[in-house]
């Protein structure tokens, strides 16, 4: 059974000295991986695709919620990572469970309201989902972005207490709906099993077993090599680089500081980074300066929308 809401307090932004992450309960895992998702989100965005070379030059080490970047967003603001996460979590919840042709209506009407930032086989996943109703991108060796990953977090938390396959087969009919690639596939596979792993309470050596598992089905995503900078929108490259920041560091701050100074696709290895830094360490290990410069109404959809996702029935079934 899910822990009650009453577990989570909005209000309660410090951070205990010392707890023990394996007794967290269940929604502060889950509402800090959320706001980690978000937070994360709104930290890369100022250095996406940005040198640590440029980063080191401008900010020394960023480490504040300050807005700017390419996008030249205002503090806080978040970017499609988040977006398109909620986008996916409303529409899981419309239907009690995963539905391709509910999330291919839910991206649509994301893109409708003209996002700051949308990635290209996001954008034409969408636009053949108009122009021929039909939900599944057909496979594509070059589709490995991480797009679909990005976004994963609704599935997670819908899924928490599901079985792996059934989560392998729901969040294959979210990804395929712009992303239908074996590589994407498995990593975002890893990435919800890890989470899930996280809300469980499992220890970070348990999370380290299912990454190393990643790998030993598909080398490409060895992380213990020559530390990873400047990753592009290439899920390998974006998990690599999450997790030698997450696997190398011992708090939420360390985590996400590390890996938003790396550069390259900044707000989604901040944003990947956040969500997974969240669900192990839970929502009280989010530093307060950044809760409190994330935008309001993004923290309270992303609070109000894990508790939701995390309460649905437990016999959701995915679509045939």
């Not at 394996?22 to 040198?51: H, I, K, N």
């Not at 988040?82 to 995963?98: H, P, Q, W």
């Not at 991480?146 to 819908?158: E, H």
């Not at 011992?250 to 500081?257: A, G, Q």
């Amino acid at each position: 059974m899910a822990q009650p809401i009453s577990d989570y307090d909005p209000t309660d932004d410090g951070i205990r000295p010392g707890p023990d992450e394996s007794v967290v309960p269940l929604t502060r895992r889950v509402v800090g991986a959320y706001l980690g998702l978000a937070v994360g989100d709104a930290l890369g965005a100022t250095t996406e695709f940005m040198t640590p070379s440029e980063i080191r030059h401008q900010y020394g080490v960023h480490d504040r919620i300050r807005g700017g970047g390419w996008l030249k967003l205002k503090p806080g603001a978040v970017t499609d990572d988040t977006e398109m996460s909620l986008a996916l979590g409303d529409a899981i919840i419309a239907k009690c469970g995963v539905q391709a042709d509910a999330v291919a209506d839910a991206f649509s009407n994301w893109m409708r309201t003209k996002p700051v930032d949308i990635g290209n086989t996001v954008r034409r996943g969408i636009v053949r989902y108009r122009s021929s109703g039909v939900t599944e991108m057909p496979e594509n060796e070059h589709d490995a972005g991480n797009g679909a990953c990005m976004r994963s977090l609704p599935v997670a938390i819908a899924y928490w207490n599901a079985s792996p396959e059934q989560r392998r087969v729901v969040s294959r009919l979210q990804s395929h709906v712009t992303h239908n690639n074996p590589q994407a596939d498995a990593g975002t596979e890893c990435l919800l099993e890890m989470l899930v792993a996280a809300f469980h309470g499992d220890s970070k050596a348990r999370l380290r077993e299912l990454a190393d598992g990643l790998v030993a089905h598909d080398a490409s995503y060895r992380f213990d090599v020559r530390r990873a900078e400047n990753p592009s929108g290439w899920i390998v490259e974006t998990l690599r680089t999450v997790f030698q920041a997450f696997f190398t560091n011992d708090c939420f701050e360390s985590i996400l500081t590390d890996v938003v100074n790396r550069g390259g696709d900044a707000d989604t290895t901040g944003a990947i980074a956040g969500m997974l830094a969240g669900a192990h360490f839970g929502a009280g290990a989010i530093p307060a300066h950044w809760l409190k410069a994330l935008d309001a109404d993004v923290r309270r959809r992303c609070e109000d929308q894990a508790l939701t996702l995390m309460q649905l029935d437990a016999d959701i079934r995915p679509d045939s």
